[in-house]
């Protein structure tokens, strides 16, 4: 059974920085791409960031440039280091995983974990 469980989400003020991790279990990951997506309130849910089962890395044009996503296949993490955070980055975040390859519609992904709340304060 896959489990996905996030944490490292909280308040910061605008311009700060939170680092997001997600322990993956239930099987061997490193055939699936991991990444995450967010939902604002309000809002659909948006892709963030991904990597590929090849470790090709996404990002969403709006966060590019302020993400970073790395993963520790030997562990089953994936993390999203956050800077330069502006208040519409204020979403629950949530890490996903699927066979190989990413996708932008989280309709593809199956598995999805519970969700850490990012708060970012002006």
């Known amino acids: 059974q896959v489990q996905l469980v996030e944490s490292g989400g909280g308040l910061v003020q605008a311009g700060g920085s939170l680092r997001l991790s997600c322990a993956a279990s239930?099987?061997?990951?490193?055939?699936?791409?991991m990444g995450w997506f967010r939902q604002a309130p309000g809002k659909e849910r948006e892709f963030v960031a991904a990597f590929s089962w090849t470790n090709f890395i996404y990002y969403a044009d709006s966060v590019e440039g302020r993400f970073t996503i790395s993963r520790d296949n030997t562990k089953n993490t994936v993390h999203l280091q956050m800077s330069s955070l502006k208040p519409e980055d204020t979403a629950v975040y949530y890490c996903?995983?699927?066979?190989?390859?990413?996708?932008?519609?989280?309709?593809?992904?199956?598995?999805w974990g519970q969700g850490t709340q990012v708060t970012v304060s002006s």
């Open positions: 239930g099987r061997d990951f490193s055939d699936y791409a």
């Open positions: 996903v995983v699927r066979y190989l390859s990413a996708s932008f519609k989280g309709s593809d992904y199956p598995y």
